[in-house]
């Protein structure tokens, strides 16, 4: 905490005083819940990455090609919003994601 | 050049919110400071002032629109009393915290419950500790020049605090006086343009106003809360101070009557004060050297200032329109005491006039007497005008 700058060099009243700063703000911690992602399942209708309130799904080309992390809060809308018949995301309990 | 006309505290207020030009104006209306804002409404239907009014559906939403103005660089202004001040609390605080320089007259009356309509200053003393400026006023000329100062405290680069004029309810709020206006010409170039250094409009700067703020930042924001209380003590001096020069009617952060040579000495707020400065004459009269100080300023507390004026008092009595409980005394009592520590003079405490029970000359000549006779540093506290 003493990195941080001290009472007189900071913006008053709380103000951020530039704009697009929650880009460097991981939230990772927040999630109980992480989205994973199956590209062998994916039909790139991007209905995930319209729906996801944070931009976390990552798309490069027209095609999802994973989730970033660092600003997912794991609110499981992108697997509700993936079409019932292709379920290409899945929520799994945080650090539980690698068992299979 | 200045002009006398006879107006209520609620007229005098609005004309000086009038004049102050502000852009926008939320208020929510509530007994006795409806007759204010409707007045000022008014002046907004005539084309008087170019002010944009926005209808709120209560007081809570008037200070969260006043704040969101505010935040895109508006002179923005409210008014309220007591439930109404009760219910903008949690936005109150964020006012302050934000430090967007909102200008609020409010019209003291009784906190319920019972419910009650009349004046005491238990709805501003609550919020104390809000970050707000406290300037009380005690009668309609102060609470015309106050609120005109408010402005330029307020938006002082090195305070930018939310500043908040109290004054009687009904008392002041509804009583014609004789006021001193000001031309508009010179108010407005008293008050000036209120330009603000960045503003949620400038999208060339975005920013983020009232984001979360978490253990490791919230404390150093506070702190420049202090700060600013702290730089606001000389910005109201000095603008006092250029309101004397300018128009005649110098203000301070407290006034003193006939404390050169007293020995017993009152402290009070508001438009008590008028009654205890013809108590004063009536106890000299009766042999009695006796002495006022009105409190003006009570937030920032000038406890330097205070402690001057009761310099050469030999027993103090502080009179408080509202209430502690489990407390011995209000919240004025406490504050002068506290810079008083260390004194060994006799401190007393009354509270008085709950409710808007009035509060005569006698019974303050009463104080006085009381005063006289004081020895000692464990005084109760007493209640004037209750019936046992």
Known sequence: MSKLPGWKDLAIGGVIPEGGTSAQKSVAGWRIYRPVHKPDKCIHCLRCWIFCPDS???????????????????????????????QAIEMKLEGEQDKG | MAKLESL???????????????????????????????????????????????????EHSAMSACIGA???GARTVTATSACGLALMWEVVYVAASCRLPIVMPEVNRALSGPINIHCDTSDTMGCRDSGWIQIYAENAQEAYDSILQAFRIAEHPDVLLPVMVPFDGFIISHTNEPVEMLSDEDAASFVGEYRPRRTLLDVDHPMTVGPLDLPEWYFEHKRQQVEAMRCAHAVIREVGEEFGRRFGRRYGFLDTYRTEDAEVVIVALGSTCGTARAAADEARDAGIRAGVVKLRVFRPFPGAELRA?????????????????????????????????????????????????????????????????????????????LRE
Not at chain 2, 42 to 57: H, K, P, R, S, Y
Not at chain 2, 312 to 341: N, T
Not at chain 2, 351 to 379: P, T, W
Request: glycine content about 12%; charged content about 25%.
């Open chain 2, 309 to 385: 004026a009761l310099a050469k008092a030999r027993a103090i009595g502080v009179l408080d329109r509202a209430i502690s409980f489990g407390l011995e005394g209000g919240p004025v009592f406490h504050e002068v005491r506290s810079h008083l520590y260390g004194d060994a003079r006799p401190i007393l405490p009354f509270v008085y006039g709950l409710g808007g029970r009035d509060i005569n000359v006698e019974q303050i000549v009463g104080v006085f007497r009381k005063l006289q006779g004081a020895r000692g540093l464990e005084h109760p506290v007493e209640f004037i005008g």
């Open chain 2, 8 to 58: 209520t505290g609620n007229e005098a207020a609005a004309h000086a919110l009038r004049q102050a030009r502000p852009d926008v104006a939320a208020a929510y209306p509530i007994t006795p400071q409806t007759e204010l804002m409707h007045k000022f409404a008014e002046f907004v239907a005539n084309g008087e002032v170019d002010t944009e009014v926005i209808l709120v559906e209560s």
């Open chain 2, 70 to 72: 505010s935040a895109a």
């Open chain 1, 56 to 86: 976390a799904i990552q798309v490069k080309d027209g095609k999802v090609v994973g989730i970033d992390y660092q600003h997912c809060k794991g609110c499981g809308i992108c697997a509700r919003e993936c079409p019932e018949k292709v």
